[in-house]
């Protein structure tokens, strides 16, 4: 519960390392405790390895497809495993076939004959690869004869690379750029977005020098879909089909899209165009929000109605500063600039979405808020904050009050973002400045178990047992998040238990 409230306290996940914790101590104490992991292979490969625990009473069923790292590491621990690229899955693919065959309206004009041809080949070929036959019959699907049909059966691609190749090879070239913007919203997006808002997105061009300007509109929103519905899906697809269409969440249709998109088998081939990266993308989405936002700035004042109906610009004001700060080294000046200037709005951003307000739900309004610097160091933005300070060091005061966390410095040390709390130390912030809801700087730091922020602070004068705040005092902070190396390094400092 400790782990539950303290993530909750500042709108955050609990990491890895904590949850492995908490999923180690269910398990040793538990009768018997079952972990199911479906497609283990769609783990990033770094984490693949958090669920390995020795308490007897634990069970694990994995499904993957055969990754040489994944079957040198569960090979030695299986009591049981079945192959499904094998006769054994046969059957079910069959009877997918055979239900898509009759269910879906495309191919009740097809032939008995030519149905039975269908699920002969692709029983014959899939390998036990469900999603290359699902993509094989949205194919076949499109032909108008018999004859098509029979070449296309000729002609099936050997793989799923073979597959999307085709796919997006027959993407017309009027059509092309969008589809590239959505494959990287779809794969790399803070959050899924809605079909209303991804039809937002892809219209805004990638021009590093122009933001704010007035883009073209899609003549229907629901085309998005229709150019490539192998690719994408709607998330709630089995659920929630009497939504409106532009108000449901997209995704990719299936992990391998992603996989094959990022790979450099993609970058080389014939698909190059569509290729896809995280930096690429991130550098593509920023400039969309930003833009969004400039766009939305130009004007005096929007209504919370007007917000509802333009859903991107909320998103564009609650994403835009994650995607900039994951290229923030890399980023073009132009895009760094812009990112200021959204800084610098204050309440034609803030007032769609503040990250500093502790009420995540609370209603549209106006108010005083404080300068870019301290929303800069909020958000750990270090780039950002060293264009502030050098940008014209006597017109930026970094000890400006304002905000839940009082000032910059204070904002900056519960992130426990050391790069700015350095900076912001050298630009003359005062170390024991009062205010915010943790009442000085040091406790915020203490209160994340922030050590090395902690030992900063410390040692430029941070005052150990200043009183006030949240916790009363830094030490009651860190053994209240129950960070003993803060703790023991407070108490080294001369915190005193008894203040």
């Given at each position: 519960m400790n782990l539950y409230h303290n993530s909750q306290a500042i709108g955050t996940s609990a990491n890895i390392k904590d949850l492995q914790t908490v999923l180690s101590c269910i398990a040793k104490f538990?009768?018997?405790?079952?972990?199911?992991?479906?497609?283990?292979?769609?783990?990033?490969?770094?984490?693949?390895g958090v669920a390995n625990h020795n308490a007897e009473?634990?069970?694990?069923?994995?499904?993957?497809?055969?990754?040489?790292?994944?079957?040198?590491?569960?090979?030695?621990?299986?009591?049981?495993?079945i192959s499904l690229q094998s006769e054994i899955v046969d059957a079910d693919i069959r009877t997918y076939i055979q239900n898509s065959l009759d269910g879906k309206d495309g191919f009740k004009k097809f032939t008995k004959e030519i149905r039975c041809e269908i699920e002969d080949t692709l029983v014959a070929r899939a390998q036990g690869m469900f999603r290359w036959v699902d993509c094989l019959l949205r194919i076949l699907r499109e032909c108008i004869t018999p004859k098509a049909v029979r070449a296309a059966l000729k002609e099936l691609p050997k793989n799923l690379d073979s597959v999307y190749l085709r796919i997006l090879d027959s993407i017309h070239e009027t059509q092309r750029e969008y589809i590239q913007r959505?494959?990287?919203?779809?794969?790399?997006?803070?959050?899924?977005?809605?079909?209303?808002?991804?039809?937002?997105?892809?219209?805004?061009?990638?021009?590093?020098?122009?933001?704010?300007?007035?883009?073209?509109?899609?003549f229907e929103?629901?085309?998005?879909?229709?150019?490539?519905?192998?690719?994408?899906?709607?998330?709630?697809?089995?659920?929630?089909?009497?939504?409106?269409?532009?108000?449901?969440?997209?995704?990719?249709?299936?992990?391998?899209?992603k996989e094959y998109l990022i790979s450099d088998r993609a970058a080389q081939g014939p698909s190059a165009y569509y290729h896809?990266?995280?930096?690429?993308?991130?550098?593509?989405?920023?400039?969309?929000?930003?833009?969004?936002i400039l766009r939305h700035g130009a004007h005096v004042a929007i209504s919370s109605d007007e917000i509802q109906v333009t859903p991107f610009l909320r998103h564009s004001a609650r994403y835009w500063f994650i995607y900039i700060k994951a290229i923030e080294n890399i980023a073009p000046a132009p895009l760094s600039d812009?990112?200021?200037?959204?800084?610098?709005?204050?309440?034609?951003?803030?007032?769609?979405y503040n990250p500093d307000d502790r009420d995540w739900n609370r209603p549209l309004c106006s108010g005083v808020y404080p300068p870019a610097i301290y929303y800069s160091s909020l958000l750990s933005l270090v780039v950002a904050c060293k264009w502030l300070v050098n940008r014209n060091e006597h017109a930026v005061n970094v000890d400006a009050q304002g905000g839940c966390h009082g000032n910059a410095l204070q904002a900056a040390a519960l992130r426990g973002c050391e790069p700015v709390v350095q900076l912001l130390i050298e630009h003359g912030a005062d170390v024991n400045a009062?205010?915010?809801?943790?009442?000085?700087?040091?406790?915020?730091?203490?209160?994340?178990?922030?050590?090395?922020?902690?030992?900063?602070?410390?040692?430029?004068?941070?005052?150990?047992?200043?009183?006030?705040?949240?916790?009363?005092?830094?030490?009651?902070?860190?053994?209240?998040?129950e960070a003993d190396s803060v703790t023991q390094l407070l108490l080294k400092y001369g915190a005193e238990r008894n203040v």
């Open positions: 538990s009768k018997k405790t079952f972990i199911i992991l479906d497609a283990l292979d769609e783990f990033p490969k770094e984490t693949r009473s634990l069970s694990i069923l994995v499904t993957s497809r055969p990754e040489a790292d994944i079957v040198g590491s569960l090979e030695p621990l299986a009591t049981f495993a959505a494959m990287h919203w779809l794969a790399f997006s803070a959050k899924p977005l809605t079909l209303g808002q991804l039809a937002e997105a892809v219209v805004i061009e990638y021009d590093v020098n122009k933001y704010g300007e007035d883009p073209e509109t899609l929103i629901q085309s998005l879909m229709s150019i490539c519905p192998s690719l994408i899906s709607f998330e709630d697809a089995r659920d929630d089909q009497s939504s409106p269409q532009e108000t449901r969440l997209l995704r990719l249709a299936h992990f391998s899209v896809i990266s995280a930096d690429k993308a991130n550098l593509l989405m920023s400039h969309a929000c930003l833009s969004r812009a990112s200021l200037k959204v800084l610098e709005l204050g309440q034609r951003w803030l007032d769609i009062q205010g915010g809801y943790y009442g000085n700087t040091l406790q915020a730091a203490a209160s994340r178990g922030n050590e090395s922020v902690v030992q900063l602070l410390l040692e430029h004068g941070a005052k150990v047992n200043a009183q006030g705040g949240h916790h009363g005092n830094a030490l009651q902070a860190a053994e209240w998040w």
